[in-house]
T-cell receptor, first 113, second 109 residues
Framework: EAQVTQNPRYLITVTGKKLTVTCSQNMNHEYMSWYRQDPGLGLRQIYYSMNVEVTDKGDVPEGYKVSRKEKRNFPLILESPSPNQTSLYFC????????????FGQGTRLTVV | KNQVEQSPQSLIILEGKNCTLQCNYTVSPFSNLRWYKQDTGRGPVSLTIMTFSENTKSNGRYTATLDADTKQSSLHITASQLSDSASYICVVTNNDMRFGAGTRLTVKP
């Protein structure tokens, strides 16, 4: 089954404690991206990757890091989480940057206290 | 200002009724427009895609329209069901995807 898998689904952490949210896709997609979703706002892109070892900032990259060492995996790293990073996070993948359908993971609800 | 504006923010209808959701965008140039359905606690799933030359497209009880001149799209849901309760997100693509904030639809029995 074609899917994007995120882990964990839920996470509560304390300010400053480094964390990683994993994302894996099994569709051999070149393009992967991370979004955060906050009430009243559309999904906002954090980082994206057009292929292995190619990553770039989205609209709200501050406080986040990513890596793309393999095609299927695109982890999101918060080196020093802060309460304003409390949000619902989605990983997505698609064949390429334009004109294609994005497949989303189930989401990770992160709370930073 | 968001380049993709959706209305209404939320909507409550009775089961079996029809409804129409609106999307206005300023994204340019325009590549395509998709409507996504997002069930609570899940990621968005694509319902329809429309390109510049298409005016209307149906997917079962969902019908999307596009007016590229006025930069407006609508999603019409016919004979609503309880399972239609979800957020509906309009996404416009040029070089990348631009998301609306969504319309939260609640269908009540």
């Amino acid at each position: 089954e074609a899917q994007v898998t995120q882990n964990p689904r839920y996470l509560i952490t304390v300010t400053g404690k480094k964390l990683t949210v994993t994302c894996s896709q099994n569709m051999n997609h070149e393009y992967m991206s991370w979004y955060r979703q906050d009430p009243g706002l559309g999904l906002r892109q954090i980082y994206y990757s057009m292929n292995v070892e190619v990553t770039d900032k989205g609209d709200v990259p501050e406080g986040y890091k990513v890596s793309r060492k393999e095609k299927r995996n695109f982890p999101l790293i918060l080196e020093s989480p802060s309460p304003n990073q409390t949000s619902l996070y989605f990983c997505a993948s698609k064949w390429d940057q334009r004109n294609t359908e994005a497949f989303f993971g189930q989401g990770t609800r992160l709370t930073v206290v | 200002k968001n380049q993709v504006e959706q209305s209404p923010q939320s909507l409550i209808i009775l089961e079996g009724k029809n409804c129409t959701l609106q999307c206005n965008y300023t994204v340019s140039p325009f590549s395509n427009l998709r409507w996504y359905k997002q069930d609570t606690g899940r990621g968005p799933v694509s319902l329809t895609i429309m390109t510049f030359s298409e005016n209307t497209k149906s997917n079962g009880r969902y019908t999307a329209t596009l007016d590229a001149d006025t930069k407006q799209s609508s999603l019409h849901i016919t004979a609503s069901q309880l399972s239609d309760s979800a957020s509906y997100i309009c996404v416009v693509t040029n070089n990348d995807m631009r998301f609306g904030a969504g319309t939260r639809l609640t269908v009540k029995p």
